[in-house]
């Protein structure tokens, strides 16, 4: 679980100065292509970045294998 923690940490604050929390939502990917996204936690903000990211990894895994 050491590299889980890593990636949380990583995507949810990094090292502070590229992180942008006033806003709806900010995507992180790494040099590696792992990739994590943080929402405002609204009623309405959340369910459509969830639906967002379903349909790209769907896309990405219909056309990539």
Do not use: Q
Request: hydrophobic letters at 45%; a negative charge.
């Amino acid at each position: 679980t050491g590299k889980l923690d890593d990636y949380a940490h990583a995507i949810l604050h990094g090292k502070a100065y590229n992180r942008w929390f006033d806003k709806s939502f900010t995507f992180v990917v790494s040099k590696n292509a792992v990739f994590g996204f943080n929402v405002e936690h609204s009623w309405a903000d959340a369910p459509i970045s969830g639906h967002m990211v379903e349909y790209v990894l769907s896309e990405d895994i219909m056309h990539f294998g």
